[in-house]
T-cell receptor
Framework: QQQVKQSPQSLIVQKGGISIINCAYENTAFDYFPWYQQFPGKGPALLIAIRPDVSEKKEGRFTISFNKSAKQFSLHIMDSQPGDSATYFC?????????????FGKGTTLSVSS | DVKVTQSSRYLVKRTGEKVFLECVQD?????MFWYRQDPGLGLRLIYF???????EKGDIPEGYSVSREKKERFSLILESASTNQTSMYLCASRLPGQGYEQYFGPGTRLTVT
């Protein structure tokens, strides 16, 4: 119930293409869904986040699509660039408690070929 | 500019040694976290602290302990290091509540031989 399942484990996309990473969760109490981006040698950094009261959020080339009934959410990277090559993690958390921690998926390694 | 720093980028220790990993944040955040990152396993929560001297076990606390004597500092302790604790360790901090970004440090690559 606490898991967040992420797929695919790795992804190769040509420059200019669309990258799509999917996540699924079981716990319906989750109400905050961020995506983190990690470059080699760096810690993860927040990329974009969504709450379940909206079905889509867009920031530049990055879009989160959220399907509450299916308990799934996905990250779409439009016009993928070599600089987008990184590891992406989806995550989820619930509630507004002082001690809430994020639960992460296992990550997707994205390679954008030029 | 927000900053989470970790005491070492790379660390090599011997089996059985006591190991201290230090994390400092300068954002006055109440919440601090320790994760370990392993290929194919993602980020797994070891411990977190929601306030000074407060701590909660995460998903994989066995073999670890933590200390938080001051708000800005959160230490991860390996009481007796073992080879299966060879990993990347990431510290993070954030303000409590939903929608607040969790800021990560650069990580410590620990090798136990």
């Amino acid at each position: 119930q606490q898991q967040v399942k992420q797929s695919p484990q790795s992804l190769i996309v040509q420059k200019g293409g669309i990258s799509i990473i999917n996540c699924a969760y079981e716990n319906t109490a989750f109400d905050y869904f961020p995506w983190y981006q990690q470059f080699p040698g760096k810690g993860p950094a927040l990329l974009i986040a969504i709450r379940p009261d909206v079905s889509e959020k867009k920031e530049g080339r990055f879009t989160i699509s959220f399907n509450k009934s299916a308990k799934q959410f996905s990250l779409h990277i439009m016009d993928s660039q070599p600089g987008d090559s990184a590891t992406y993690f989806c995550a989820a958390s619930r509630g507004n408690q002082a001690g809430t921690a994020l639960i992460f998926g296992k990550g997707t390694t994205l390679s954008v070929s030029s | 500019d927000v900053k989470v720093t970790q005491s070492s980028r790379y660390l090599v220790k011997r089996t059985g040694e006591k190991v201290f990993l230090e994390c400092v944040q300068d954002m006055d955040h109440e919440n601090m976290f320790w994760y370990r990152q392993d290929p194919g396993l993602g980020l797994r929560l070891i411990y977190f602290s929601y306030d000074v001297k407060m701590k909660e076990k995460g998903d994989i606390p066995e073999g670890y302990s933590v200390s938080r004597e001051k708000k800005e500092r959160f230490s991860l302790i390996l009481e007796s290091a073992s080879t299966n604790q060879t990993s990347m360790y990431l510290c993070a901090s954030r303000l409590p509540g939903q929608g607040y970004e969790q800021y990560f440090g650069p990580g410590t690559r620990l090798t136990v031989t």
